[in-house]
């Protein structure tokens, strides 16, 4: 054998014997993480929205150099980006990140971790493209310094950020600009006149104006869509809605939302954002009884006379009263005409009653009500009122009585004429 193999020979021989504990023991020396960044589902967000955002960060460092320790059990790699820490920004992008750096522990090569961001894209930001930068802050092994069965490992902290491409789509946004109404009463019907404008960046093909009502709000809409065609950005129009209000309903001011719903650049029907403005609502339309309690006599044929005010917050029409007449009263003439009645007004109504002959002597409440038409001709009827009426016993009733005024006057006329003859014949 010759001299210059018997190195190699005894390196051979020093290999073997450590073989067996060799798969235990592998250490890497040489790699290190290769980081990217992608979103996870749609890219692309309209103006205003507010909505989460999941980042995927995906490490495809590999290592590439590789030794066998024996007897040493696996340890850190070198493409392994440990404790990492990911923040999203915004950089020159119309977006605010609503959400803290998250810590998403170690990343290893080959592998991923997720993170969620609240973003929140700014009401005024344009369509175009942006870019959101994702800075990823790690520590890694640099180096690895091997001493005979020792080995050092040198870890350094690193960040790096990726940038993740966003995209903000055109919209139509709805801004009321003038909102009026006219006849809107608690308890009644009116009109909502409204000046809407596209402060968008999309054309809204076959665009409807679309009320409805804002979550508990009085406020129904009883007509509540126009069709006005296209709406260009910056273009402003006048729609008119009809619109009802709950009985419940108080003297004050309520939310009523609008939105647009339209073609849009895609040519999908889609609706805008809500806008929520607030209309007043005036009082309710009341009436009151202001006529003093009228004293009627019991088996007579009387004219009740009643009168009524208007004390709501708006005008009717065409008003009629109307009494119930129940036991000891009746009537064959229950209705009175009292026609338009302005806030503040009052007007008399003439009704004939009988009153039973047996009937108790003390005052009594007759039920009343009004029927009425309101500004948009719906007919309404008022809350029942009483009309306060005592009943008493006429003095010296037979006296009165229309029979014995009768045969008084008989008796009369006819001695009368029998004096007239008498003196006459003599």
Known sequence: MRL??????????????????????????????????????TNEFAPGDETPVTVIISNSGLNTVKIAVPSMPPDDQPNTAKLATVA?????????????????????????????????????????????????TYTYIETVDDHTDVLRYNYIKKTVTLPLEV???PDLRVEVLDVRTESLNVGTEGYVYMTIKNVGH?????????????????LIPTDGSAYIGM???GETVDVKFKV???????????????????????????????????????????FEVVSPPTTLYLGQKSVLEVVYKNVGAAPVYSAQARISAVDPFTSSDDTAYLGDLAPGETATARFEVNVDTDATEKEYGIDSEIRYRDALDNSKISDTMKVQVALERRQGGFFTNPIFIIVVLAVVIGAGYYIFVYRKKH
């Open 231 to 233: 709406l260009e950005p």
């Open 244 to 286: 009802s209000v709950a009985d419940t309903a108080e003297e004050q001011s309520y939310p009523l939302d609008v939105a647009v719903t339209y073609e849009n650049y895609e040519g999908e029907t889609v609706t805008s954002k809500v806008v929520t403005v607030g209309l007043p609502v005036g009082g309710k339309i009341d």
């Open 167 to 169: 995209r903000v789509t």
């Open 4 to 41: 210059q193999y018997i190195p190699i020979l005894v390196l051979l021989l020093a290999l073997l014997a450590v073989a067996p504990g060799s798969a235990q023991g592998v250490k890497y020396l040489y790699g290190s993480p290769d980081l990217s960044a992608s979103i996870a589902g």
């Open 88 to 136: 999203l920004k915004s950089g020159d992008a119309p977006f605010t990140v609503k959400t803290d750096p998250q810590f998403v522990s170690d990343i290893r090569g080959g592998s991923s971790a997720t993170a969620t961001f609240n973003v929140k894209v700014a009401d005024s930001a344009k369509p175009g493209t942006y870019t959101l930068p994702l800075d990823v």
């Open 202 to 218: 999309d054309t809204g093909e076959k665009a409807i104006v679309k009320i409805a009502r804002s979550g508990a709000s009085p």
